[in-house]
């Protein structure tokens, strides 16, 4: 009677040699019999010693393909003629393979049967090109899904990850897209594409949800790996190391053509460009606030520049989000300024969300940038200015000082008879900025743009942080984060929560933030001279230096 073969069912990993098992490298050179996927690498065939034989199953989506029951008996059959047989397919046997098919009939079969691990292309295509999936700031963690049916997914829980990411979703695309956006994912959301990821023929794509598609136009995708989440903006930092080629760029969005040997990554520069990548960083002693722990009371998508600056000078960041943005109850006024865009003058924008969700409206309205050819665009600040380039405009008219009244004593030009846009927060705000263009004569025409709210509950780290005593400092960037924080710190804390900031010292980033400080909290400690995210940072320095002084 014939001895019974073994099926050793072996991940081959994402792609090259390189990320092969040692047991698979060791199974593959003693075959006698492999059984593979069209996915697997070439290269990993040359380990096959002389008279092995090779059956190519297929199994690629979309393509012709041996049916898994074919399959089974296949592996049965050589089993029971007493082959060494290596079931080969990519990646990890068990992600999204149908290998407990091939197991079972096995097992049913009597046929001894071996599974071997491999790297799942899940988590490595997105660190070869540079992408990590968790990340201390911006990732607590991920969901890998397969998108092969759009249908079966659960899309509320999906837009709430961190870190999103997707297989075989090449040919949804456009469908994966409008599943997020319709569950509160924001336009701006990064995401990147990366095909053969592991594989010398590697591409990547970067852009957002809006732009992906427009980035993608026209490319063969399949097979690739979807990732979405703020941590794909780490790619910029995370930088392969040689060779690499084929390297292109864009204004927005980038495409990159890379080669093989991609595991290993170095810091690019993080010292020059002011940015750190987690925190708790590990700094030099003499750097500020070294010894500092800061709060951060900003809305949870736009903490982290903020963040990066503080921990660029030693400090450590816990997040306490105070704002949520959200869209507005109607888009009835926005979407008729759009459709009436020829008519204005002028499109005002006094914030970075103002910028977001204006050119979200616009994109989904079936627009392009070049709607906006005919108005000039002015802007308050310079990281709402800094928002516009980013999202392909550039202002005409930034004012000198970073606050509305300044736009007002600066135009460059008089608005009488003229029509300015004013896409805002529903909730109102900038009234004086309003009444004063009004009263120079200029119709202003005031949409709701979004909405900002005040989260459900307050961050559970937070409120540990600040019962236990270790916030140095709090920050704050707008009136409604004070507002909002009151009512998260009482939830959180209770009555008693203002005992516990009477160590803590206050930082608000201008005059009207700090006035509310003072009616709610009582005081302000720290001002700065210029009303930005940067003069905010070096005031925190230059108080936790007087402190040290």
Known sequence: MTELG???????????????????????????????????????????PRGCDRIDMGKRGGQPSAAQANINQLLVKLSLEGRQVVRLKSGDPFIFGRTAAEVQALHEAGCPVEIVPGVSSALAAPLLAGIPLTDPVWSHGFG??????????????????????????????????????????RGDMPVAIIRWGGHAQQQVWEGTL?????????ETLSPCVIV?????????????????????????????????????????????????????????????????????????EQSSAFADLLTAQGATVVDLPALEMRSPSSWAGLDGAIASLPTFHWLILSSANAVNFFV?????????????????????GRKTAAVLRKRGLVPDFIPPDFVADSLIAHFPEAVSGQRLL?????????????????????????????????????????????????????????????????????QGLGAGWRELLKGVAIASIGPKTSNSCREILGRVDIEPAEYTLDGLTEAIAAWASALSG
């Open 360 to 380: 979200d409206r616009l994109l989904e309205q079936g627009k392009d940038l070049r709607a906006l050819s005919g108005l000039k665009i002015a802007v308050v």
């Open 228 to 300: 979405f989440g703020e941590v794909v903006r780490l790619r910029r930092y995370l930088a392969a190391s040689e060779p690499i080629q084929n390297f292109s760029s864009g204004d927005a969005t980038r495409r990159h053509s890379q080669s093989k040997g991609l595991t290993k990554f170095k810091i690019q520069n993080l010292e020059a460009t002011g940015l750190s990548l987690t925190h708790p960083p590990i700094h030099s002693p003499t750097c500020p606030l070294s010894s500092k722990t800061i709060l951060i009371t900003r809305a949870a």
């Open 6 to 48: 073994t099926v050793y069912i072996v991940g081959a990993g994402p792609g090259s040699l390189d990320y092969l098992t040692l047991r698979g490298y060791c199974l593959l050179q003693q075959a006698e019999c492999l059984v593979y996927d069209a996915l697997v690498d070439e290269e990993l065939l040359g380990l096959l």
């Open 210 to 218: 809006l732009t992906i598609r427009q980035v993608t136009r026209g």
């Open 144 to 185: 890998v899904f397969t998108a092969h049916d759009p249908d079966l997914l659960d899309w509320p829980t999906l837009a709430r990850l961190h870190t999103l990411v997707l297989l075989m979703g090449s040919r949804h695309l456009e469908e994966i897209v409008h599943r997020l956006r319709q569950n509160g994912c």
């Open 422 to 490: 004013f896409p805002r927060v529903e909730s109102g705000g900038r009234e004086v900025l309003v009444q004063e263009f009004t009263a120079a004569g200029a119709e202003v025409v005031e949409v709701a743009a979004y909405e900002s709210g005040c989260p459900a509950s307050p961050d559970p780290d937070a409120v540990a942080a600040l019962n236990q005593g270790r916030v140095d400092v709090i920050t704050f960037a707008s009136s409604k984060t004070v507002v909002h924080t009151a009512q998260l710190l009482e």
